[in-house]
């Protein structure tokens, strides 16, 4: 599926295709509250990054949260890179090279039509602020943490994949 993408001033304009357009996966983690999650969560989709086209690329910024080791203490720079347009603020996508075939668009940005999820995976509900309530359906799954499975995996599991 073509997904088109912009940011609320309409300085950035996006397109890409995704085989995983389904907005299901609500995440909870602090980054993307923090960032992106006007509701208390952030929701990202799949995209093929080869075929990311982007109109007004000037316009946006990039952000690359610190992560800390619960081990060490020690903090470092995360390699997922948050693109946002740098005039009005809005989160666009999420590029990580340890993934360079995969953009994560958050499905906020996208001007397409999505379809609707016929279940909902919660995640990093660990770092859930209490004032966020979880509305969670008979189908839908809660992780603590993140869950085994990806982004692909929860399309292909449910036949919901798409041609590009």
């Known amino acids: 599926m073509k997904l088109d993408g912009s940011c609320h001033c309409g300085a950035v304009r996006f397109s890409l295709n995704s085989p995983h357009p389904y907005p299901f996966n609500y995440c909870y983690c602090s980054i993307c509250r923090k960032t992106q999650g006007g509701g208390g969560f952030a929701i990202n ?15 946006i910024s990039v952000y690359q949260a610190r992560i800390r080791d619960g081990g060490t203490g020690q903090s470092s720079a995360s390699p997922a890179r948050r693109h946002f347009c740098k ?26 039509e999505l379809p609707a999820a016929p279940e909902r ?7 859930k602020k209490a004032w966020v309530p979880l509305s969670v359906g008979a189908r839908d799954q809660v992780f603590d943490e993140y869950p085994d499975e990806s982004i692909a995996e929860w399309h292909q599991r449910l036949g919901l994949e798409s041609s590009s």
Not at 45 to 55: H, I
């Open 87 to 112: 005039h009005c603020g809005s989160a666009l996508w999420v590029f990580d090279p340890r993934w360079p075939e995969l953009i994560h668009p958050f499905a906020s940005a996208i001007d397409s």
């Open 45 to 59: 989709l799949g995209g093929d990054a080869a075929s990311l086209s982007v109109e007004g690329e000037e316009n």
């Open 121 to 127: 995976t919660f995640l990093m509900t660990g770092s």
